[in-house]
């Protein structure tokens, strides 16, 4: 999608404007610069689009502007002069498409933070850090483990290496911007002194992403972990985590490294990804607990093909009565099981009671447990005109 000029002369476009989660591909020229109206914008969203290149005064006309948020989008390459014109104090250019940083894209006295970690930035030349000459200090954030060389260094420009372990603070002290990136990719501290404090995700320790809704969430228990910053799911709820290797997992969640992914326990498949579990127990097999080992199903009568939980055969019943065992707690143990999701419920990940024991049917066709496949029919069912247990 490309915005049209005319577009911002006709918005209401004052303090606070969020053009994120768009298919915005291209800014032109001329968007801003608008003789006959002043905007009073001081921070603008467009993260989350489809943008590839920033070209030359491309916010000229924002006079007020204090942040530009563009990460998350496709950039590739930035021009000369490309946020010149305007009072940006920050631009945030994280997790984009840059390989490189050439020419003079960041001449502009007022910037004093650029944010460009989680783009694989191998070269930084001089003219960057010339351009930024006439400022008092500026502070630039990289992923410096991509860095072939070191940045031409400046008495006035540091360079900060980001990582899990050392994540940016940035300060607000307009309580609306926070709001807003609590829904993004950040987490944000409000100090006795009037100021908010945000860390894009994840905020020490690592092993979290911005899920569009909660902030920074830790990435889930089972196979997935994160040891990267400013990560953040594709769409509202989703997630953003790495997968562990084949046959491993990470037992209690917020996963930092491959090397917390453990090995699967017994029982359970380990050529398979762990997905929201620790494996899934091989054919044959059940568990209790979701991130325990399965065990071999070996009773008669058991049926435990295609699901983790034990539920009957066609033939055979069970007596769900006794005190020590729970029908409720068992079937929402399994129904739990089921769900291939990070919003399984945490309160029934086990089953810790007993599980009765199992009796063939003096008829066959009397205890038909038709549905025996799924979590609802694990109690067992009698066929037409039988009921109750012997």
Known sequence: MFIEINLTRTLNLSRCSDLSHNVISAIPVGLFSNRNRTYNLTILFLQKNRIEFIPRNAFDGLYVIQYIFLCDNKIQSLADGAF?????????????????????????????????????????????????????????????QYLSDAPWAFNHVTVKCASPLFVPTISFTQESIPIALRYQRFTCNHTKRGISEC????????????????????????????????????????????????????????????????????????????????????????????????????????????????????GYYWNWSFPTANLDEYQSFAKNLEDESRFYENQFINYSKEIPKIYKCPRSASCVNHMSYTSKGISGSCGYGYTGWL
């Open 199 to 314: 860390h894009p995700c994840p905020p020490p320790p690592p092993g979290t992403f911005g899920d569009g809704r909660n902030g920074c969430t830790a990435c889930p228990p089972g196979g997935f972990y994160q040891d990267e910053i400013g990560q953040m799911s594709s769409f509202e709820g989703g997630l953003n985590c790495k997968d562990c290797n084949i046959g491993t997992f990470v037992r209690n969640g917020s996963g930092q490294s491959t090397e917390q992914c453990q090995v699967c326990p017994e029982g359970t498949n380990q050529t398979m990804a762990a997905g929201f579990r620790a494996c899934v127990c091989k054919h044959g097999y059940t568990r209790n607990n979701r991130f325990k080992s399965c065990e071999l199903c070996q009773e008669e009568g058991l049926n435990c093909t295609f699901h983790e939980y034990k539920a009957l055969l066609p």
């Open 84 to 144: 010149q014109r305007t009072s940006v104090a920050a631009i945030f250019l994280f997790s984009n498409k840059l390989s490189s940083l050439e020419g003079n894209p960041f001449s502009n006295e007022n910037i004093s933070e650029i944010h460009l970690y989680s783009n694989e930035i191998q070269h930084v030349s001089s003219s960057v850090m010339m351009g930024l000459r006439n400022s008092t200090t500026v502070t630039l954030y990289l992923s410096c």
